[in-house]
Structure formats: structure tokens, C-alpha cells
């Protein structure tokens, strides 16, 4: 099994990552210039890429509960991000998503996002979300995501 550091790439440099923040200014979860976006900010903690998130009515699927949509579009960036924050461009190949409990509007929550493995252009990564009063993991996913071979094609 291949080790899960993704160190490896051509494309961590400085430059790099500057060019890959600039190509999602637009995302919808995490991007700066996106008036309609989550507004999540993304960091890494070692291995593990970290935001915190906290669900509004606007995020609402019915009744004071947050919509599948949003949370797995939180799962799908923290995963994506553990990537792009170390400067390799990816996109999510396919995803498997387990909801384990509602996650009430107004409920804070960590998202968590690691690489499992990586082989050649393939990474195997996994996504949480956890609940921050209770540590509870609402919902995980684990995904496979398709490495671009050139970060200046994005």
C-alpha cells in the first residue's frame, strides 16, 4: 500500500498554490468571491485538512434540518482541500457518503478531510463531519479524486 504523502507533487510551489487559490475564488463552499458561498476557510493541521462550519436556515433541507446537498458539498471541499492546500489540483472521481444523524440548524461542527493513498493519479481520501458539542460524526464519506497532471491547466 502506498504511503498516503502527498508531499510529492511538482506542483507545491508557492506559485502553484497561488494559481490554484485563484482558480476557486469562485467555489461555492470555500470561495472568496462567491456572495452565495459557504464562506468555509480551509487549513491544514499536519496531515489533516480542518474548517469549522455552523449551518444557517439558508442551509435548510426541512424542518430545522441541514440539507444532504450542503453537507455533502462540505464533505466533497474538506477532502478536495486537503489537496489543493498542499498545491495539487484534483477533482472528485466518485464519492460514497453515509448521513448517520440529522444536523439541526444552528449545530457547529468541525469538517475533517485526509488522503488515505495515493497511487500515481488516483488519491483515496476520507471526509467527516463531526459535531463539536457532542464529537457525534453526522456524516463521512470516503472519495476518489482524479489528480490533474498540470495545475496551470485549471
Not at 41 to 68: I, S, W
Not at 120 to 149: K, N, Y
Request: glycine share 10%; hydrophobic share 40%.
Amino acid at each position: 500500500m502506498d504511503s498516503p504523502n502527498i508531499e510529492d507533487s511538482s506542483a507545491s510551489s508557492a506559485t502553484d498554490i497561488s494559481r490554484l487559490n485563484d482558480a476557486a475564488n469562485g467555489c461555492f463552499v470555500c470561495g472568496p468571491n462567491n456572495p452565495a458561498g459557504l464562506g468555509v476557510n480551509f487549513r491544514l493541521e499536519g496531515e489533516l485538512c480542518v474548517a469549522q462550519f455552523t449551518p444557517a436556515k439558508e442551509h435548510m433541507g426541512y424542518d430545522n434540518v441541514t440539507h444532504g446537498g450542503i453537507m455533502f458539498s462540505l464533505l466533497d471541499d474538506v477532502m478536495a482541500n486537503c489537496l489543493w492546500l498542499q498545491g495539487i489540483a484534483c477533482f472528485t472521481g466518485r464519492a460514497e457518503i453515509r448521513y448517520r444523524e440529522q444536523l439541526p440548524i444552528g449545530t457547529p461542527v468541525q469538517l475533517e478531510g485526509r488522503c488515505l493513498k495515493r497511487k500515481g493519479r488516483l488519491a483515496q481520501m476520507q471526509g467527516r463531519i463531526v459535531r463539536v458539542d457532542s464529537g457525534a460524526v453526522v456524516a463521512e464519506t470516503t472519495a476518489s479524486f482524479m489528480l490533474t497532471p498540470d495545475a496551470s491547466k485549471l
